[in-house]
């Protein structure tokens, strides 16, 4: 059998060369090369996720001045951003130093769950951003459904 | 002069006192409460929009299967991601280690223009994933607009 042959121009085919790792990727994780991989992006997803909560945080508590079009802009990147992560909590990285409980990984029935409530309240801000009112109030409960992940399942390290 | 006080509902209050690092925050880069935090904001949105970049790079190159339906989701993220990392090269991060070339700092109006070149890219990303042909191109004047500014801006560590 011979292999389907792609056709490239120059620029792509430089540019997915340097993405070769992916050619490693196992079926059962293929959106990662390697385990690592996965825990970074998961890693760099609440990274931006958590930048935007903190400016909505810090608007919903007056600590900076409410401004209409930036909270929009932040609540949007929150709901894109709190779709993420959770694919790189493959079973791979349950070895892998982390801020994740041991517990996370047995029961993703459960977390499952909790990212369905986080997912759902995200989905409110950028129609909350509005008002400062609203603001707050959407903030609050976003906030509530991250620490309900946070207080099960998150350690401090 | 009374301070003005905000209300929050005990939820909130607690998720935004979280954030408390944020009332220290400078007026001149106020979404960041050290110049460390604008770092770890750029490298993250740079990992994320990677992670995309070589999905879609995969299947330009035939390394995993054309599935319009990831490559939309994965378009859309990049288009997110490719907004956000800019405000995190503040002047004051000039001087911690990472990719960036000193060079990125005092050629911000070179750098400002290939970055709109990159939004301009990364904006039709999302409409050129029907099928594997339009994304293949796509995915190919992204990474040059990618590798534009990488060229010139950013050295390997």
Chains 1, 2 share one sequence.
């Not at 389907?4 to 997915?16: D, G, H, K």
């Not at 998961?42 to 996720?49: G, L, N």
């Not at 950028?126 to 992940?149: D, F, I, M, N, Y």
Request: aromatic share 8%.
């Amino acid at each position: 059998m011979i292999a389907r042959r792609t056709v490239l121009s120059p620029t792509a085919a430089l540019f997915a060369a340097s993405f070769a790792a992916f050619a490693f990727a196992s079926p059962a994780n293929a959106q990662f090369a390697k385990p690592e991989d996965a825990v970074k992006y998961r890693q760099s997803a609440f990274v931006v996720m958590g930048s935007h909560m903190g400016r909505l945080g810090a608007m919903a508590q007056g600590k900076a001045p409410f401004d209409a079009e930036a909270a929009r802009h932040s609540a949007q990147v929150i709901e894109t951003m709190a779709r993420l992560p959770w694919e790189g909590f493959a079973p791979a990285t349950e070895s892998l130093d982390s801020h994740a409980r041991p517990e996370l990984f047995r029961n993703m029935d459960d977390v499952k769950r909790l990212i369905e409530g986080l997912n759902a309240e995200t989905a409110k801000l950028p129609a909350a951003v509005g008002s400062l009112e609203t603001l707050r109030t959407q903030v609050g409960a976003t906030g509530q459904a991250c620490r309900a992940c946070h207080d099960k399942y998150r350690r401090k390290i």
